[in-house]
């Protein structure tokens, strides 16, 4: 399957930005999801950043593959001051393929470029994204939400639904002051009233024709629900599949809430308009992109009779909307099982389905163990597949194999916010259909000695809650009885040494144990084996006849890996790629060990995309090991693994 997501968002940012690391984590999990919080629904937009300057190479934007590119150069003082930049930037204009929404972010911004200048800037109250979080997500959203439309000259129309009968005219009164508030504080138009309707139209006729193009704002007051028209307007909002979001306003209650309301986003007023239309933007761009990426998705896959629906379905929408279809695709997460029984007892002949479902439909993986080896890369700038989406892709990706009835394998400690944390969250999470069942376990995490030595009964009680089974691994010949219990850092050559035997060791037994391999990102620097614990791990995996699947865009050793097996062959296998420790090296050295893995490297290099037996086909990998798309990434993956080992249960691997 071959998928190119409607749109992908570019930040550009040089190197020295002041709080990279926070600016970069706050913009990926505005547009993309936190992958920090497991259950966080995201809005799944591709987001990549180009991190560079004049002394590292900026990576290019049309090496992702989108309909539409929408670039964000952050111009700071040190991007206004590098002429790598300058030249960057005004290539990019020069081509005229993408849509550029300069941030001003030093005092000369707007002089950085005399094409780019005269665009409209996000200019904020202060020169911080992370201080204007609000204001820069309002600009930022109602942007994307032009692109997106087609429309990007026009403004954005924000359709304010309200009663006019209260006592106290509280609807009234807040629909004025949010009409009033957008004419002074925003780049939005609104549909207000008759006042908006031309003399000698008909009335019901404008009054559906702009709720059809427009945002749509429910000012939930006493009376509402009472109003014909509102409800008329609330009806052709779902029927026209409309944004839209509930204001609540009560002041003594209502005797009847109109049904048709639900299933939207819902704020309490406390003088807080920015707020209100923040969510009412987030939850716009929300809705806009999940139809495009949906109908996208449904292209690719082949299966165009699904009907579409941007947001969870309900009766009113798929009874609506949906008459002839026979199946309908929606956004992540499904419904919950009360929700599903009544829309599958309502339409007995239509099937509900999600993006993951539809990928992993027919890719049955039960008892299947895969191990994933993931850690962070020590050299990912300049790769656009940054560590946001290294730890998104870490989620995701697990998360689908669960879906598939798979079993987790990974080697790693408890440290807070590790990836052994959140694989164990997600275990709970896709596994709970089978946690009556005592035994059952989703997830498998290996221990290496000294590491196992940390593990407390809380820590054991967190694994057991969320059905991770701990593999302990034997402490390595030459510890003394008291060392075996302990936990020692490799504070000395002796200890390193130590460390090296037992990390091989865990990799030996996890690789026994598991039925495929998927390596991503890597560290080059600071491990603490004899070679990178990819690289081992792929080492042992290929000896083992194991297949296995390489995401090579994030940096690190996968990205080493992707340039042994696609490289001239005058690529230099001997270069320093990555460091081992000196002292492990002197004392690996004396024992005549093979260390750093070297010579696996070339024959790797030597042998090409056939050794890695993965059940993908020569150019599906070459797709893999570039690919910075998280739906293809995955759908690639669940295809070989289905392919390979559905072979092997077969004999005929």
């Known amino acids: 399957m071959k998928f190119t997501p409607p749109i992908t968002v570019h930040f550009l940012i040089h190197e020295s930005y002041d709080k990279l690391h926070e600016v970069r984590k706050f913009l990926y999990s505005l547009l993309c999801r936190d992958s920090d919080n497991t259950n966080f629904d995201g809005l799944d937009i591709p987001v990549y950043f180009h991190v560079g300057s004049s002394e590292h190479v900026i990576s290019k934007i049309y090496e992702v593959d989108s309909e539409k590119h929408i670039i964000i150069p952050l111009i700071d003082e040190y991007m206004f001051c590098d002429d790598s930049w300058r030249g960057y930037i005004k290539s990019l204009i020069g081509s005229g393929e993408s849509h550029i929404l300069p941030v001003s972010l030093c005092e000369y911004a707007f002089e950085f470029n005399e094409d780019l200048g005269k665009n409209q800037f996000i200019v904020l109250q202060t020169q911080s994204i992370l201080d204007n979080k609000i204001e820069f997500q309002t600009r930022l959203f109602e942007f994307i939400l032009r692109i997106l439309s087609g429309n990007e000259k026009e ?97 003594k209650g209502c005797s009847r809430l109109f049904p048709y309301m639900a299933n939207i986003p819902c704020i309490r ?114 790769s656009v597949l940054g560590q946001e989406m290294l730890n998104d892709l870490a989620i995701e990706l697990p998360r689908h194999l669960l879906a598939s009835k798979a079993e987790l394998v990974y080697g790693g400690d408890l440290r807070q916010n590790g990836f052994t944390r959140k694989l164990a969250e997600l275990s709970y999470q896709y596994a709970q259909s089978e946690h009556s069942k005592g035994e059952y376990y989703s997830f498998h995490n290996f221990f290496a000695w000294p590491i196992s030595n940390t593990l407390n009964h809380i820590e054991r009680l967190f694994l057991t809650r969320n059905r991770v089974k701990g593999h302990i691994i034997k402490a390595p010949n030459g510890c003394t009885e008291e060392e075996k219990s302990k936990f ?110 070297y010579s696996f490297l070339s ?4 042998a090409g995309i056939r050794q890695l037996n993965n059940g993908l086909e020569e150019e599906d990998n070459i797709r893999l090991l570039y690919s910075t798309n998280v739906t293809e990434i995955v759908a690639l993956i669940l295809r070989g693994l289905t392919t390979k080992l559905n072979q092997h249960n077969n004999g005929n691997a």
Request: glycine residues 6%.
């Open 269 to 382: 007023f406390s003088d807080n308009w920015e707020e209100i239309i923040a969510l009412m933007l987030r939850t716009a761009l929300d809705w806009r992109y999940q139809k495009a990426y949906l109908e996208k998705l449904n292209d690719a896959y082949g299966d165009s009779h699904f009907g579409i629906e941007p947001t969870i379905p309900e009766l009113i929408s798929v009874h609506h909307n949906h008459k002839g279809e026979v199946a309908i695709l929606y956004p992540e997460p499904p419904v919950g099982i009360e929700e599903l029984e009544v829309l599958n007892d309502s339409f007995e002949n239509k099937k509900f389905v999600t993006p993951m479902q539809l990928l992993t439909n027919g890719k049955n993986l039960t008892g299947k163990k895969i191990a994933i080896s993931i850690s962070e890369p020590t050299d990912s700038t300049g």
């Open 155 to 251: 403004k954005l129309i924000l359709f304010i639904s309200h009663s006019k009968k209260d006592k106290d005219q509280i609807g009234q009164i807040r629909a004025e002051e949010l009409r009033d508030y957008l004419g002074t504080h925003s780049k939005l138009d609104s549909f207000f009233d008759a006042n908006d309707i031309p003399d000698g139209q008909d009335f019901g006729d404008i009054i559906n024709e702009n709720v059809s193009k427009s945002l749509f704002v429910l000012i939930h007051s006493d009376t509402y629900s009472d109003r014909e028209w509102c409800r008329k307007e609330i009806l052709e909002c779902k029927y026209k599949q409309v944004p839209a979001i509930r204001v609540e306003l009560f002041s």
């Open 488 to 597: 020692i850092p490799p504070y000395s050559s002796h200890y390193k040494l130590l460390w090296s035997i037992s990390l091989t060791k865990m990799r030996e037994e996890m690789e026994n144990f598991a039925d495929a391999l998927i390596v991503m990102g890597g560290r080059t620097q600071g491990f603490k084996g004899k070679m990178p614990g990819i690289i081992q791990e792929i080492k042992i995996a290929l000896s083992l006849k194991k297949p296995v699947y390489i995401v090579g865009s994030a940096g690190g050793c996968a990205s080493i890996l992707r340039k042994c097996i696609l490289e001239s062959t005058s690529f230099d296998v001997t270069s320093k790629m990555y460091n081992i420790d000196n002292d492990l090296k002197v004392v690996l050295q004396s024992r005549g060990e093979d260390i750093e893995g």
């Open 603 to 606: 024959d790797l290099h030597k």
